[in-house]
């Protein structure tokens, strides 16, 4: 089965510091994957997406992910953090075994940035 | 920048009784979806649908669930006979070549 895993809960970051959210997957086969953001009473937004290519991947709000094959991971990355940021994050997976490409979504981790 | 709305914002109903959840996907999309996350879990797909048919659905979406596109822009969740355990927030879907998901619909049945 595919799957995406979201170790921490919680990542707690003071403003103007790097930010990690971290995100493994399980893949047979070539994987494609998503980073979405849920602000309060927002919905889902889409972030960024690796299917193939360059492994840093860039995307919205200054956030990049990078996909490590070796180590099966695709965490999410921002240079310097601002505390918009805080919301809960969701790594994600298209099933590849799915005719519809539905998403498979990690547990979420909340980011909270501090002033 | 086109996106995927849902209506109502906030349903909140009586156990026993039937929702109807609405969607408008993004227009030149083909392929529409419905996902749910119940308070503190995952988000988890229901069903979706291509072509005017269901194209795959989840363990989910049993014969309570019902998904029509009646005309042509809206797409609809039904729920015949709201549970207790229906309590969540639902998301339409709409895919181009990425998925972009609405606002969600927070359904409370009492």
């Known amino acids: 089965a595919q799957s995406v895993a979201q170790p921490e809960d919680q990542v707690n970051v003071a403003e103007g510091n790097p930010l990690t959210v971290k995100c493994t997957y399980s893949?047979?086969?070539?994987?494609?994957l998503f980073w979405y953001v849920q602000y309060p009473n927002r919905g889902l937004q889409f972030l960024l997406k690796?299917?193939?290519?360059?492994?840093l991947v860039k995307g919205s709000y200054g956030f990049e992910a990078e996909f490590n094959k070796s180590q099966t991971s695709f965490h999410l990355k921002k240079p310097s953090a601002l505390v918009s940021d805080s919301a809960l994050y969701f790594c994600?997976?298209?099933?590849?075994?799915?005719?519809?490409?539905?998403?498979?979504f990690g547990s979420g981790t909340r980011l909270s940035i501090r002033p | 920048e086109p996106e995927v709305t849902q209506t109502p914002s906030h349903q909140v109903t009586q156990m026993g009784q039937e929702v109807i959840l609405r969607c408008v996907p993004i227009?030149?999309?083909?392929?529409f979806y419905w996902y749910r996350q119940i308070l503190g879990q995952k988000v988890e797909f229901l069903v979706s649908?291509?072509?005017?048919?269901?194209?795959?659905k989840s363990e989910i979406f049993d014969d309570q669930f019902s998904v029509e596109r009646p005309d042509g822009s809206n797409f609809t969740l039904k729920i015949r006979s709201t549970k207790l355990e229906d309590s969540a927030m639902y998301f339409c879907?709409?895919?181009?070549?990425?998925?972009?998901f609405g606002p969600g619909t927070r359904l409370t049945v009492l």
């Open positions: 690796y299917i193939t290519g360059d492994n």
């Open positions: 649908f291509y072509n005017n048919e269901i194209s795959e």
């Open positions: 227009s030149n999309h083909l392929y």
């Open positions: 879907a709409s895919r181009g070549d990425t998925q972009y």
């Open positions: 994600a997976v298209r099933d590849l075994y799915s005719s519809a490409s539905k998403i498979i």
């Open positions: 893949v047979s086969g070539n994987p494609y």
